[in-house]
């Protein structure tokens, strides 16, 4: 069983910075793509960052220049630097990974619990 475990989500000022981390454990031979996902209320889920093994990345607009996304491959895990927050941002933001199961080699896909930001104004 493979477990995402977030952490770093809370309340911030507008202008303000947060860090989100997520670490990926359990019966996982590798992992490909991370990513940072959020869900506002009455909204539908958006892709806010992601990163590959190799350290490609890629940006929603809305958060380009204010958010960076990097990922230590040795410790699983994926951060997400949020800069210049604004009330927009506030969200659930959920961690996803592409891997490959350690045991049946089967390509998976696995996800956070979610953590909560929000943002005030």
Same mark, same amino acid.
């Given at each position: 069983?493979?477990?995402?475990?977030?952490?770093?989500?809370?309340?911030?000022?507008?202008?303000?910075?947060?860090?989100?981390?997520?670490?990926?454990?359990?019966?996982?031979?590798?992992?490909?793509?991370?990513?940072?996902?959020?869900?506002? &209320?009455?909204?539908?889920?958006?892709?806010?960052?992601?990163?590959?093994?190799?350290?490609?990345?890629?940006?929603?607009?809305?958060?380009?220049?204010?958010?960076?996304?990097?990922?230590?491959?040795?410790?699983?895990?994926?951060?997400?630097?949020?800069?210049?927050?604004? &009330?927009?941002?506030?969200?659930?933001?959920?961690?996803?990974?592409?891997?490959?199961?350690?045991?049946?080699?089967?390509?998976?896909?696995?996800?956070?619990?979610?953590?909560?930001?929000?943002?005030?104004?």
């Amino acid at each position: 069983q493979v477990q995402l475990v977030e952490s770093g989500g809370g309340l911030v000022q507008a202008g303000g910075s947060l860090r989100l981390s997520c670490a990926a454990s359990g019966s996982i031979f590798s992992i490909n793509a991370m990513g940072w996902y959020r869900q506002a &209320p009455g909204k539908q889920r958006e892709l806010v960052a992601a990163i590959t093994s190799g350290g490609t990345t890629n940006y929603a607009d809305s958060v380009q220049g204010r958010f960076t996304i990097s990922r230590d491959n040795a410790k699983n895990t994926v951060y997400l630097q949020m800069n210049s927050l604004k &009330p927009e941002d506030t969200a659930v933001y959920y961690c996803n990974a592409d891997g490959v199961n350690y045991y049946t080699y089967d390509a998976e896909e696995y996800w956070g619990q979610g953590t909560q930001v929000t943002v005030s104004s």
